[in-house]
């Protein structure tokens, strides 16, 4: 028989106290603070407590002879859409005033995912190699809610039937969903990280474990001992996901298990009674930040990706003050929220009834769409910009794969290593030199100004996306990029001879000890190496700093926003001499003591996003190390 959950359905503070450890793991993950390398777990805590309490207020209904999908809907439209449209509406006038062109055209169409909760297949589809990093997109942490909404379109409907026509069955049915659901994450977080990030059938064991919850499958802990156990067991699981795991961890598959049984494990402990966990998620300082989690949650993203994007809030302050601002900011906002759009939509029920509920709602998101649809009409209303900036901004939907020639000699995440067409791409020309040009996308740009600039030359290449060329891969490293430096390394390098190997790539510190390695193996095969330096990158797209710096007639804009990488390049540059290889310095070569070069010929960007070179700045490149003799 279907459990009968009425007893154990009352409010919980310590519940709300897991929304607060929740939503500050997402924002101080968000404000890069250290430890919390793994806060995004947070999001899977929000899954496994909504779960446990939407299917506890359905089961609810359900066995009271009560429970109607109008209802049901209607309470979903009071606790959500309010406080969703006012930070929609927040953020689209925000986009109105910082973004340009192309951007707001971008925005409007996330805005209109986010509002007809399909953001998380919109975000998915448009995750490719190129596209703007999710920094500069201030809806995308609303893929949550989609993915939230999509699971509750069927979730009542599956357990009204189940009620009704297989009852005895419907543990053993919720259950099967469930390990398929992860068994179906677990492979995919290797094979198809990104879609299973986004989409909802990888998520819904997550959302399923709180079902399991409501639907009394796990016996209770009856004691105090079992339920203070239970409970440090619950929060230490946590803590392994926030503290534990990193954006390069496999997500979320079974990476995803320790933050979801944990809480779990809490929610499961207070159905019987107290523990000193949960006296503690029950402060009132701790309830209160619960409470408004729905509302922070919305907000903090938006405040920082304008405050990264814009200096909103602060320009050119040191990096704490600017992040206790955006959390004091977040808090205000969400505070503001919660008091005057969540509690007065959800509390006073007779504000509007049924029926006004669902026509209000229309009539809002129509005006929300009508918003979104006249933004990407008017390709983002481009006279609020001069032209020249408009012309600069047009290489922020810069097509650069014909000069990385991509899926050919460049592989991306869209494609396989079978893809890599080595009879093309590692072709050998008797007549002339072969150099192998060898890395990632850092590599890649540099193909058509070299093999522009050096006629004499025969430019071989074998690139892939996040690729660092080392003999050795990090862990978790993608198969295609494995594949292919495996190919290389072992196959071809020591069976066919190259005059010089043209390395480059986005260099991190971490990858110095490989690169070394690397290096030493070249040496002692006899193998003659160009070391291309880190590029000079910026904190966001080149081209919207340009823009924004000709609309504001601040030329220093783009030196603001430059990333530091100067030590990096001294220590590859020692290593280097130290080791009797050709160096190329982009710092030395771009860059003065105060400002670098940022355009190439014609009055192109020289790059087109926050580091990759435009075909203009490619060639510029290339004649810059044509001057320095490093490759003859």
């Keep these: 028989m279907l459990a009968q959950p009425n007893t154990k359905l009352h409010y919980r503070p310590d519940i709300d106290g897991l929304r607060a450890v929740a939503v500050l793991a ?61 930070a929609l509406l927040g953020t689209a006038l925000l986009a109105y005033f910082y973004f340009l062109p192309t951007e707001l055209v971008d925005f409007s169409k996330s805005l209109l995912a986010a509002l007809f909760s399909a953001s998380n297949f919109f975000f998915w589809k448009s995750s490719g190699y190129f596209s703007a990093p999710m920094e500069t997109k201030p809806l995308v942490h609303t893929w949550s809610l989609a993915v939230e909404e999509q699971f509750y379109i069927f979730l009542p409907i599956f357990l009204y039937l189940g009620h009704r026509y297989f009852p005895r069955r419907l543990k053993a049915a919720v259950i099967a969903i469930a390990l398929v659901s992860l068994g179906i994450s677990a492979v995919g977080a290797f094979r198809f990280p990104v879609a299973t990030f986004y989409l909802p059938h990888t998520r819904a064991w997550e959302l399923l474990l709180g079902v399991l919850i409501s639907l009394e499958v796990f016996p209770e802990f009856r004691t105090a001992l079992q339920r203070n156990l239970a409970t440090v067991a619950g929060i230490a699981w946590i803590s392994v996901g926030v503290f534990g795991i990193s954006s390069t961890t496999p997500f979320p598959g079974l990476a995803a298990l320790p933050p979801c049984l944990g809480t779990a494990l809490i929610i499961l402990a207070g159905r019987s009674g107290t523990s000193f966990v949960a006296r503690a998620l029950s402060l009132k300082p701790v309830v209160f930040v619960g409470l408004i989690s729905y509302s922070l949650y919305l907000w903090h993203w938006p405040v920082l990706v304008f405050q990264h994007m814009n200096s909103m809030l602060l320009t050119a302050g040191p990096a704490r003050l600017t992040k206790l601002l955006c959390i004091a900011v977040s808090f205000i906002l969400a505070t503001l929220s919660w008091r005057f759009v969540e509690l ?146 072992s196959d071809y390098l020591p069976s066919h001879h190259v005059d010089r190997l043209l390395i480059a790539a986005r260099w991190e510190n971490e990858d110095l000890a490989p690169l070394s390695a690397t290096l030493d193996w070249a040496k002692a ?65 771009l860059c003065g003591p105060q400002s670098c070069r940022e355009f190439g010929a014609d009055g192109a960007p020289l790059q087109f996003d926050y580091g990759h070179l435009t075909k203009e700045g490619s060639l510029l490149v290339a004649q810059l190390v044509q001057s320095t003799g490093d490759l003859r």
């Excluded at 192998?436 to 850092?442: K, T």
Aim: aromatic fraction near 12%.
């Design 344 to 489: 007065p939509f959800r509390q006073n029920q007779r504000l509007l009834s049924r029926a006004a509920v669902f026509k209000v709602a229309s009539v809002t998101a129509l005006v929300v769409a009508t918003i979104g649809l006249t933004a990407v009409r008017s390709e983002g209303f481009p006279s609020r910009y001069p032209a020249k900036a408009i012309q600069i901004a047009s290489y922020l939907q810069y097509d650069s794969g014909k000069y990385f020639r991509g899926g050919k000699c460049f592989i991306t995440e869209d494609y396989k290593t079978d893809d890599f067409d080595r009879a093309d791409c590692l072709r050998q020309d008797p007549s002339r030199k072969n150099y192998l040009l060898l890395g990632d996308s850092h590599a890649a740009h540099l193909w058509y100004g070299l093999s522009t600039t050096f006629n004499g030359i025969n430019l071989l290449q074998a690139t892939a996306s996040g690729c660092k060329p080392t003999i050795t891969q990090p862990p978790f490293t993608d198969p295609t990029c494995a594949g292919l430096m495996n190919y290389i390394f």
């Design 525 to 589: 095969q006899g193998i003659r190496v160009v070391l291309f330096g880190p590029i000079v990158q910026y904190d966001t797209a080149l081209p919207r700093l340009l823009a924004l710096s000709i609309r504001g007639n601040n030329p220093a804009i783009p030196d603001e926003h430059r990333v530091d990488q100067r030590p990096l390049d001294d220590k590859m540059a020692d290593m280097a001499a130290q080791k009797g290889i050709e160096y190329f310095s982009f710092y030395r070569s």
């Design 26 to 86: 997402v924002l101080f993950y968000h404000l890069r603070v250290g430890a919390f390398r793994g806060g995004f777990v947070g999001v899977d805590v929000f899954f496994v407590i909504s779960g446990y309490l939407i299917s506890a207020i359905i089961l609810k209904d359900i066995s009271a002879g009560k429970f109607s999908i109008a209802s049901f809907y209607e309470r979903r439209i009071r606790r959500i859409f309010p406080a969703l449209v006012a």
